[in-house]
């Protein structure tokens, strides 16, 4: 079983960074594929960023070239940094694990955290 704990969310205006963390316990972290997922008001949870065990990344097109995935395995944390956020980027970020390769899509990925909420004003 692994817990999956968000936090870096906040309030923040047009343009501006934020890095999400996401603390991982009770599994073995390395074979994870990690990914973010988001979650605006009146929509879908939707995709915006996984990272392989293997370390290879994908992103969801509206998120490229402004928000950098990684991983450190040693803390057990992955992360996710925003930049030049826009008020569209504005949902609830959740973090997730899953023990597949296949790490774009939302049924692959077997643990979730409790979310963290990102607002960008304009």
């Known amino acids: 079983q692994v817990q999956l704990v968000e936090s870096g969310g906040g309030l923040v205006q047009n343009g501006d960074s934020l890095r999400l963390s996401c603390a991982a316990s009770?599994?073995?972290?390395?074979?994870?594929?990690m990914g973010w997922f988001r979650q605006a008001p009146g929509k879908e949870r939707e995709f915006v960023a996984a990272?392989?065990?293997?370390?290879?990344?994908r992103y969801e097109d509206s998120v490229k070239g402004r928000f950098t995935i990684s991983r450190d395995n040693a803390k057990n944390t992955v992360y996710l940094q925003m930049n030049a956020l826009k008020p569209e980027d504005t949902a609830v970020y959740y973090c997730?694990?899953?023990?597949?390769?296949?790490?774009?899509?939302?049924?692959?990925?077997?643990?979730w955290g409790q979310g963290t909420q990102v607002t960008v004003s304009s």
């Open positions: 990272i392989r065990r293997s370390g290879s990344r």
């Open positions: 009770g599994g073995t972290f390395s074979s994870y594929s």
């Open positions: 997730a694990a899953s023990p597949s390769t296949i790490a774009t899509i939302e049924s692959s990925y077997n643990y």
